[in-house]
């Protein structure tokens, strides 16, 4: 097994899946990244001698759902971006200037750059006619299904569906192209299953499926030749982790594995026998900058802290009905799905601020799990006359925790309502 190192490149603010890619840049063999921000921003990034540097940033808008990379047919360089906001489709070239935009009939949000109507809910598409993977085949698209199928689309039809134990979360191609036969697909399900499945005309089988080590999501899966063997692996990750990509980024020899979050932390893993730091500076001089740099820190916090009473102040004046105050709307990344090796309901919880406490209400006597990486105290309420919910419990998390795993069990048949109170650590207390 080979040990990989973490090096943080920037934070670009909450970002949606598959949101994240690897670009080739203008000079050969080096590479750039490309990330489309929840906030409609798009963002291009450089890494040179342990430095991050912005290539482009375009404004503000709708919430960037989809990124994709193209180029002409006559060359495999794809450094042409293409990103789905609303109903609307932009192209964008490597230097931020917008060449491209075309606004859909269609009333949905495009969550991929492909159209096809389902009666089920489709949670990715991987689909090939530039590289021709499908061979004599019509244009082919594989979709991944609520409904526990992967349904293959040849042409304007419905060929066949693959079903499966668990609903597919997302697609990618085998070892990029299709493998061998150029007609394979490899899916992730929500329950934490990499699976391989052969989809030749006619009808499709699964090759094999495997658990992951962690059980939750799959949300991202990529095949690139990382560990130096003769073919390429395949990556996945779930979770809070968003994109996932590969290429000589901030160095010409060694391949960096790129990875963004849903609160925007972009980083690499590469391995540890790279030198970490190159060019050191003086050591003079790199303790001066240090120190300059603590200086302004304690005065932004300074500053943030007189203007946080003064909020709290104004708040309390009007707090007599003579004016209103401003709430802060925050975004909550949810997951709840069923897990059948713990026999029990996993919930995950993250925020990009700190959470300050979660409060669970349920209709059910439902019954609450133990989970061991979790950073709260946990307080149950019994059920009697002043509370009338079978359960009520409260999370109290300790600092700086911005992701929460509950894990409850319920009786077999029953239903009802969960409610879910999610507190941060912001002034003034408000709750979602």
Known sequence: MQNYSRTDFAQVGTTNRGCMKVIPAEKASEFDIVVGGQNGSLICLSRKSNDTTIIFKTQPGYPIQSLALGGPQSSKKKDKIFVASQNTVRGVNRRGKTFFSMETNMAETANRMFNYLCTEDIHDVVSLVFEEAWGAREYTSVLACGNSTLQVIEGNNLAYEVRLDSVPFTVALFMGDGGHTKMMVLYGTKTGRLGLASLPQGGGKIQWEIDTTSGACVTTIVCHAVTGGPFPDIISCDESITGISCGNVASKTEIDIIVCTFTGWLFSLAKTSR???????????????????????????????????RYEEITKRQGGGAGSTFFHSFQVHENFEYSAALGAYNLTIELVIPIDFVVVQSQLPIRLME???????V?????????????????RCQANVCRLELRVQASEGDSGVINLYVCPKIMPKCAQ
């Open 275 to 309: 030198p970490m730091i190159e060019n050191l500076p003086v050591a003079a001089n790199f303790n001066v900058k240090m120190q300059q740099l603590r200086s302004e820190v304690e005065e932004l916090q300074s500053k943030v802290n007189e203007e946080r009473l």
């Open 371 to 377: 989970v061991e990486k979790n950073a709260s105290v």
């Open 379 to 395: 307080s149950e309420v019994h059920q009697d006359g002043l509370n009338p919910w079978p359960l009520l419990a409260s999370y």
